[in-house]
């Protein structure tokens, strides 16, 4: 192994290279996602074993002893270990926090990667005879800091709003605004970019450690102010916005180390990423370009909240009147959303599901794209579920059948369905949605009539032909199927 050529390395990372690419096809559907996980898996695996044995022929080479190797195996074996029991451990409705702890953490490794590469820059063969860092080396570090410092910071502040757990202002889903705040922004840009440029143009003789610590310790405060003003309603968009991020900021890796791999796996995670952030704002009607400097968000969840406090009527019944409803329907599309989730009530409904099939029903599943509360969330709860591919369905492609649908049932969704987006004056104006309130009967599980992230009431509750089931949604569920006979 330690004899590797770098022939053999340069064809190895090609492999891997390959394998991420497929990866990416893969998971592009549901029908192939567990076959994108093994290439990408496989990828992994064979750009981690030839990194280790390149670097176990550099140490030969230089005659290096030390416990620099050592720490890098041990760091391999702890942190795969603390990764493995995170996955192993995780819940389907924490996945989304999961998510933004691994895209700070590939931030964080940027910056790390980018401080040791301007303190030792012969560790990393990247300095000139006369000792001075070149100026490209010196653009790639400092790009490479921002946007992981930004990356990073932005991530913890994600991964807070997420869990919903915390009492920190900053972490809790409201979005957080004040009087300036986009100038705010706009100045720290300005500052960052002229101590980068300070940084970049240094003289020989000195790496000029005040303006690089200054411009990473904004960069840091930046990515916590983009983020702060984004609402609950807007999450979604922020973590692919992240994972963009985190892909460029892993690319900016591979230039500083000079790996060939790193740029092409970084580069592939961040266009990936930018192209889903850019379908995730059509789907939110978000502007791209305001994702992408964090000036959105907080519209929608800063709306008028006074709606959804108003007392109004609506029909409830219980799950034995929407069990009677499904069972003599000809056709139902269900609508899951994150209280789906939160109740693990995937199994139960794909039990329902099979009776209502056995009764000649045909079922199901209408999916938006920002359902949950991270893109394709959805459709690894119904995946966890076994449930057929071919039932499930994106929103583009059967938002013309549900007026010819007897019965939409909703479950634990509410910003999605709401027909308020046909509003122009509406907050969540031209925002895309499933249109359930065509259906000629609509059922609707919730536990109670609290508004979604959007902060908006919903007028799908209020339509005459709309019944409201209070409960949890698996043990609401489970109700149904025995009242299926």
Not at 32 to 59: D, E, Q, Y
Not at 178 to 194: K, P, S, T
Request: hydrophobic share 50%.
């Amino acid at each position: 192994m330690s004899a590797i050529s770098m022939n053999m390395v340069t064809l190895l990372y090609l492999v891997a290279s390959v394998c991420f690419i497929q990866a990416l096809k893969g998971l592009s559907s549901p029908a192939t996602a567990r076959l994108g996980n093994v290439f990408g898996m496989s990828g992994m695996a064979i750009a981690a074993v030839t990194t280790i044995a390149l670097m176990m022929k550099l140490r030969e080479q230089l005659a290096q002893g030390g416990m620099g190797f050592g720490l890098v195996l041990l760091g391999v074996v702890v942190g795969g270990a603390i990764g493995a029991y995170a996955a192993k451990k995780v819940e389907m409705t924490k996945m989304p926090e999961l998510v933004a702890a691994m895209h700070s953490l590939i931030g964080l490794a940027a910056v790390c990667i980018a401080i040791a590469a301007v303190s030792e820059p012969w560790a990393f063969n990247i300095v000139e005879r006369n000792g001075v860092l070149p100026f490209g080396n010196k653009l790639e570090l400092f790009i490479g800091t921002f946007v992981g410092a930004v990356t990073f910071s932005g991530s913890v502040i994600a991964f807070g709003k997420l869990s919903g757990k915390y009492k920190f202002r900053l972490f809790q889903g409201a979005p957080v605004r004040f009087a300036g705040q986009h100038m705010l922004n706009l100045a720290l840009a300005i500052a960052i970019i002229a101590l980068g440029l300070m940084f970049c143009f240094a003289d020989a003789g000195g790496v000029h450690w005040t303006p690089y610590i200054l411009m990473a310790a904004l960069s840091f405060l930046l990515g916590v102010l983009i983020i702060i003003p984004i609402g609950g309603a807007d999450m979604p968009v922020v973590v692919s916005m992240l994972n963009s991020y985190s892909g460029w900021a892993a690319a900016g890796i591979g230039f500083s180390l000079n790996n060939a791999m790193l740029i092409i796996a970084g580069s592939l995670v961040g266009s990936s990423g930018a192209i889903l952030s850019y379908i995730m704002c059509k789907a939110m009607n978000r502007s791209f370009f305001n994702v992408i400097l964090g000036g959105f968000g907080g519209d929608a969840a800063a709306a008028d909240t006074g709606g959804a406090k108003e007392q109004r009527p609506v029909k409830s019944g219980s799950p034995e009147d929407a069990a009677f409803l499904l069972q003599n329907a000809e056709s139902v599309i269900i609508v899951p959303g994150y209280g789906l989730a939160v109740a693990r009530a995937q199994h139960a409904v794909k039990e329902l599901v099979d009776k209502l099939t056995e009764h000649g029903v045909t079922v199901r599943y209408a999916i938006h794209p920002v359902a949950g509360r991270m893109p394709g969330h959805m459709n690894v709860l119904l995946a966890e579920a076994e449930v057929p591919y071919d039932q499930v369905v994106e929103m583009e492609d059967i938002n013309s059948e549900f007026s010819q649908t007897d019965v939409a049932l909703i479950l634990g969704a509410n910003d999605v369905v709401n027909p308020a987006a046909k509003d122009p004056k509406s907050p969540i104006a031209g925002m895309p949605i499933l249109e359930a309130y065509k259906a000629k009967s609509i059922i609707v599980n919730k536990r109670s009539m609290a508004s979604g992230y959007a902060g908006l009431d919903n007028e799908l509750f209020y339509q005459p032909n709309t019944m409201m089931v209070f409960g949890d949604a698996k043990k609401v569920i489970e109700s149904m199927v025995k009242a299926v006979e």
